[in-house]
C-alpha cells in the first residue's frame, strides 16, 4: 500500500494492477505496472454532430421493417417532420431514400386525416424552410404518383392544391399586408412555381403534362404582385418570372395568348410610374432584357433539320481544338482545317505510343518510355534551388 501511494496509485486500485510474477525464486522488487488510461469519447457522442441532427433518424428509418422503422416516434407527424428536416440537411439523400419513405407511408398512412396532415406537415416545410420549395416539389410529385391512399375527400395531389387554394384566394391581402405577411406569401408563390415545374400529372392518353390550373394561378399571383408595386413584391415577382418565364411563355404562345407580351408591359410601366427603389428597377429591366434574348435559351436548328456549319451556330461549339506546329490553335471550324489537319497527322510519328486522343497505349518496360530522362537540368536545377532559398528567406522576413 505505501508503495502505490509512492507510485501515486490509490490503495483501492490494488486489485487493478498488473505485477510480473517470476516465482519465489525471484528476490529482486516487483514493480507496479501503471493502468492504461480509458476514454469516455465516442464516435456516437454529440459533439460530433451539426446542430439540429437526429442522429436515430438513419437507424430508424434505414430498418427493413415497418415497425422498426416507426419504432421511437411517437406520431405518424414526428415519423414525416423527422424526415423532412433529414431532407432539408441532406438533400442528396433523396433518390436514395424517397422509395422507403413512401412505402412506410403507404403503411401509416391509411386515414383522411392522416394524409391531410402528411400534406400540411410538406407545405409548412416548403413555406417555411429557406431553399426546400425544390425539394418540396420534387417530394409532392412523387408522393402524388406512390401513395396508395385516395379517400373520398380527395388524393394526395387533390388535398395539396386545395391547401395552396387557401392561400391563393388571400392573394390580394396578402400583396397589402405588413411585412412578415408578405414574406410568408412570397414563399408560398415561390413553392407554387416550384410545384408547377415539377408536378407530372398524367393525361388521358398517358402523355406527361403540368398542371394547367396552376398555369392560370401564377399569371393571377403576377397580377397581385404588380398590382401593389412595392420593393418585395416586385423583387418576388422578378424570382417567379426567372424560374418559370420561358416554361410559361411557352404555354400560352401554345395556346395562341400574349399574357407574357402583357406582362413584360406591366413591368415597363412600373419601371416608368411606380416608387420603388432604383435596385429594384434595375432588376425589372435586366428581366426584361433577359426576356428579350428568349430568356437566355440558345438558339438552336429544328429537330426536323440536319444540324450543318451553315443554319447552326453552335455547330462547332463541342469540337476539340488542335495545335499546328508553331502552337496555333485551330478547330473544325478553321478553313484551313483540313490542311493543318493533316499536317498534324503527318507528325504523329513522333508520338508513337498515343492515340490520337492521347491514351497511353504503351506497356510496362516499353523501351521509348526507359529512355525518358525527367531528371532537371543542371542549369535549371541550380535556378530552381535559388529560388527555393530566396522565397524562405522572403518568408521568414
Known amino acids: 500500500s505505501e508503495h502505490l501511494q509512492k507510485t501515486g496509485i490509490p490503495s483501492g486500485s490494488q486489485d487493478k494492477v498488473s505485477v510480473l510474477d517470476s516465482g519465489p525464486e525471484m528476490a529482486e522488487p516487483q514493480l507496479a505496472v501503471d493502468p492504461v488510461a480509458t476514454s469516455n469519447l465516442s464516435a456516437k457522442a454529440p459533439e460530433f454532430y451539426p446542430s439540429g441532427y437526429n442522429q436515430n433518424f438513419n437507424q430508424n428509418f434505414t430498418d427493413s421493417s415497418l415497425e422498426d422503422r416507426c419504432d421511437g416516434y411517437l406520431t405518424l407527424a414526428e415519423y414525416v417532420q423527422d424526415f423532412l428536416n433529414h431532407l432539408t440537411e441532406q438533400p442528396g439523400c433523396f433518390e436514395t431514400e424517397i422509395e422507403q419513405f413512401a412505402e412506410t407511408l403507404n403503411g401509416c398512412v391509411i386515414a383522411d386525416e392522416a394524409l391531410q396532415e402528411l400534406v400540411e406537415l410538406i407545405y409548412q416545410q416548403a413555406t417555411s424552410v429557406p431553399n426546400f420549395s425544390y425539394m418540396g416539389a420534387r417530394l409532392c410529385n412523387y408522393l402524388s404518383h406512390h401513395l396508395t391512399i385516395s379517400p373520398q375527400s380527395g388524393n394526395f395531389r387533390q388535398l395539396l392544391l386545395q391547401r395552396c387554394r387557401t392561400e ?155 495545335y499546328t506546329s508553331d502552337g496555333v490553335p485551330f478547330t473544325a471550324a478553321d478553313p484551313d482545317y483540313q490542311e493543318k489537319y493533316q499536317e498534324l497527322l503527318e507528325r504523329e510519328d513522333l508520338f508513337p505510343y498515343y492515340e490520337e486522343n492521347g491514351a497511353d497505349l504503351s506497356g510496362p518496360g516499353e523501351l521509348y518510355f526507359d529512355e525518358i530522362d525527367d531528371e532537371m537540368d543542371p542549369e535549371i536545377e541550380e535556378a530552381y534551388e535559388k529560388f527555393c532559398l530566396e522565397s524562405e528567406h522572403n518568408r521568414k522576413q
Open 168 to 322: 391563393y384566394e388571400n392573394r390580394d391581402e396578402a400583396t397589402k399586408g405588413d411585412e412578415a405577411t408578405r414574406k410568408q406569401f412570397h414563399a408560398f408563390v415561390l413553392f407554387l412555381a416550384e410545384l408547377y415545374l415539377n408536378l407530372e400529372i398524367k393525361g388521358t392518353k398517358g402523355q406527361v403534362t403540368r398542371a394547367e390550373i396552376l398555369q392560370e394561378g401564377l399569371r393571377e399571383l403576377l397580377n397581385a404582385l404588380f398590382s401593389n408595386p412595392v420593393d418585395s413584391n416586385l423583387i418576388c415577382a422578378v424570382k417567379l418570372l426567372k424560374l418559370t418565364g420561358s416554361v410559361l411563355e411557352d404555354a400560352w404562345k401554345e395556346k395562341g395568348k400574349n399574357d407574357m407580351e402583357e406582362m413584360i408591359q406591366r413591368i415597363e410601366n412600373v419601371v416608368l410610374d411606380a416608387n420603388c427603389s432604383r435596385d429594384v428597377k434595375h432588376m425589372l429591366l435586366k428581366l426584361v432584357e433577359l426576356r428579350s434574348s428568349n430568356w437566355g435559351r440558345v438558339h438552336g436548328t429544328t429537330p426536323h433539320a440536319e444540324a450543318t456549319p451553315e443554319n447552326d451556330p453552335n455547330y462547332f461549339m463541342n469540337e476539340p481544338t488542335f
